[in-house]
């Protein structure tokens, strides 16, 4: 693969680099309308998803960082983005050109003070695989293997101007307004922010380790403090394939059904016993050992759930709550979904939505068991989040609903049902951490 041999730091250079990528697409519209007259609309439709797809991606893979982030989250939203836009932005899950040798060796002497052979047996200074934030290398000391993730260089400095070039489009796509408006992004950039902190993740990452190491086929590395700094992680080299690669060769049910039942128990336990949840479920954080087990990787992104948000957001579990109007309504008020300056169309029209929504969303919930292969489920979701996303009525009210902590619990739930779906999991025991609660 083609190495990067240095990456646009500067404002003006990142904003450029988007600006000559908004040209491009700008002339792949204009062949669009002249495509849709000599041929079938949806095929031309396809082919203009493919080229946008493509142009965008070959950007953000050069800016990388939190702007490559963006592209990651955006490949787990299969029910709202095209798929021609899922498929290329999920490269940016472990599959992005990485640096070239020489900065690598650059960013780990800034770091250390020395040069990898200094301080490893053997040092492999072409990368194992690269995505948004940083890149993998394969290292040797004493006969044990490490996995050594290097962090680009600048990408912590260029997050809020990152953020300052999207959030225009961002705050049109999602009809985010209202004085409230930067506390959702205040929220993405304190989370951008902490996954360039590998002294925080180093912690974090132990300390998951620890707290979830009991679970069945569920498996972590060893991290090590003394090869990792503010730019370097360092833990125990795991044999396996990533999620996404296990979940198209897969044949057998028994192994999706128990990776699958890891998978949940993982989450579910984090959710309702810690309290603090692993908020970046992409297949590039999962790696499917030959014993099939689950290996659980890179926790720079954990969303602290407190008490005043779970209460309500897991009351809406309940059908006896859900189908009770009061106190249906009183959590929506807790979550801030409904607001006192309400008008009586916005309650109206907001209660029908998120009943609708929770009706179906918690599904899986309401049973002892559940196949997450159904694509039935799927496809109801699918249809309703569309449904919504087309409803002028949502452009015409005001869309800034809900607490900051939703943005990032909502993606937690959605990423792991995607991954449940994608391994076609059955017959899955959904209270396994009540157990955990005595």
Same mark, same amino acid.
């Given at each position: 693969?083609?190495?990067?041999?240095?990456?646009?730091?500067?404002?003006?250079?990142?904003?450029?680099?988007?600006?000559?990528?908004?040209?491009?697409?700008?002339?792949?519209?204009?062949?669009?309308?002249?495509?849709?007259?000599?041929?079938?609309e949806?095929?031309?439709?396809?082919?203009?998803?493919?080229?946008n797809?493509?142009?965008?991606?070959?950007?953000?893979?050069?800016l990388?960082?939190?702007?490559?982030?963006?592209?990651?989250?955006?490949?787990?939203?299969?029910?709202?983005?095209?798929?021609?836009?899922?498929?290329?932005?999920?490269?940016?899950?472990?599959?992005?050109?990485p640096?070239?040798?020489?900065?690598?060796?650059k960013?780990?002497?800034?770091?250390?003070?020395?040069?990898?052979?200094?301080i490893f047996?053997?040092?492999?200074?072409?990368?194992?695989?690269?995505?948004?934030?940083?890149?993998?290398h394969?290292?040797e000391?004493?006969g044990?293997?490490?996995?050594?993730?290097?962090?680009?260089?600048?990408?912590?400095?260029?997050?809020?101007?990152?953020?300052?070039?999207?959030?225009p489009?961002?705050?049109?796509?999602?009809?985010?307004?209202?004085?409230?408006?930067?506390?959702?992004?205040?929220?993405?950039?304190?989370?951008?922010?902490?996954?360039?902190?590998?002294?925080?993740?180093?912690?974090?990452?132990?300390?998951?380790?620890?707290?979830?190491?009991h679970i069945?086929?569920?498996?972590?590395?060893?991290?090590?403090?003394?090869?990792?700094?503010?730019?370097?992680?360092?833990?125990?080299?795991?044999?396996g394939?990533?999620?996404?690669?296990?979940?198209?060769?897969?044949?057998?049910?028994?192994?999706?059904?128990?990776?699958?039942?890891a998978?949940?128990?993982?989450?579910?336990y984090?959710?309702?016993?810690?309290?603090?949840?692993?908020?970046?479920?992409h297949?590039?954080n999962f790696?499917?050992?030959?014993?099939?087990e689950?290996?659980?990787?890179?926790?720079?992104?954990?969303?602290?759930?407190?008490?005043?948000f779970?209460?309500?957001?897991?009351?809406?579990?309940?059908?006896?709550?859900?189908?009770?109007p009061?106190?249906?309504?009183?959590?929506?008020?807790?979550l801030?979904v409904?607001?006192?300056?309400?008008?009586?169309?916005?309650?109206?029209?907001?209660?029908?939505?998120?009943?609708?929504v929770?009706?179906?969303?918690?599904?899986?919930?309401?049973?002892?068991?559940?196949?997450?292969?159904d694509? *039935? +489920? $799927?496809?109801?979701? #699918?249809?309703?989040?569309?449904?919504?996303? @087309?409803?002028?009525? %949502? /452009?015409?009210?005001?869309?800034?609903?809900?607490?900051?902590?939703?943005?990032?619990?909502?993606? *937690? +739930? $959605?990423?792991?049902? #995607?991954?449940?779906?994608?391994?076609?999991? @059955?017959?899955?025991? %959904? /209270?396994?951490?009540?157990?955990?609660?005595?």
């Amino acid at each position: 693969m083609k190495t990067a041999k240095n990456i646009p730091l500067s404002k003006i250079h990142r904003a450029s680099k988007l600006v000559t990528t908004g040209a491009k697409v700008g002339v792949n519209y204009l062949k669009y309308f002249g495509d849709k007259l000599v041929n079938p609309e949806e095929e031309a439709k396809g082919r203009l998803n493919e080229n946008n797809a493509t142009d965008i991606y070959d950007s953000l893979k050069t800016l990388k960082g939190s702007a490559l982030k963006m592209a990651q989250m955006m490949s787990m939203e299969k029910n709202i983005m095209p798929k021609a836009f899922v498929e290329k932005f999920s490269l940016s899950q472990f599959s992005v050109p990485p640096l070239s040798a020489p900065l690598v060796l650059k960013t780990f002497k800034k770091s250390f003070g020395k040069f990898p052979d200094q301080i490893f047996d053997t040092f492999n200074s072409e990368a194992v695989n690269a995505a948004s934030i940083g890149q993998v290398h394969r290292a040797e000391k004493d006969g044990k293997m490490f996995a050594v993730k290097i962090q680009y260089p600048g990408v912590a400095h260029s997050i809020q101007s990152d953020l300052a070039i999207v959030k225009p489009i961002a705050m049109k796509m999602f009809n985010i307004k209202g004085e409230h408006s930067d506390l959702y992004f205040k929220e993405v950039e304190d989370k951008l922010i902490e996954e360039t902190n590998y002294v925080l993740e180093l912690e974090q990452s132990q300390t998951v380790e620890k707290a979830c190491n009991h679970i069945p086929y569920l498996k972590f590395p060893k991290y090590y403090p003394e090869y990792s700094s503010s730019q370097i992680l360092t833990m125990d080299w795991m044999t396996g394939i990533h999620l996404s690669e296990f979940t198209t060769i897969n044949t057998e049910e028994t192994s999706a059904t128990k990776i699958g039942q890891a998978l949940w128990d993982f989450y579910m336990y984090q959710l309702h016993v810690l309290k603090k949840v692993h908020a970046d479920p992409h297949p590039g954080n999962f790696l499917v050992s030959e014993e099939k087990e689950l290996i659980a990787l890179d926790f720079g992104c954990m969303k602290e759930i407190p008490d005043d948000f779970y209460n309500p957001y897991f009351e809406l579990f309940k059908m006896e709550v859900i189908n009770d109007p009061e106190n249906f309504k009183k959590n929506l008020v807790g979550l801030e979904v409904l607001k006192d300056d309400d008008t009586e169309e916005d309650l109206v029209f907001f209660t029908k939505m998120f009943y609708e929504v929770l009706e179906l969303f918690t599904a899986p919930f309401q049973h002892d068991t559940f196949d997450f292969s159904d694509e *039935t +489920f $799927f496809d109801e979701i #699918s249809s309703l989040g569309e449904r919504y996303m @087309k409803d002028t009525n %949502i /452009r015409d009210l005001n869309g800034n609903r809900g607490s900051r902590h939703i943005i990032y619990m909502n993606r *937690t +739930f $959605f990423g792991l049902f #995607s991954l449940m779906f994608d391994l076609k999991a @059955k017959n899955i025991k %959904i /209270r396994n951490y009540e157990k955990y609660l005595k």
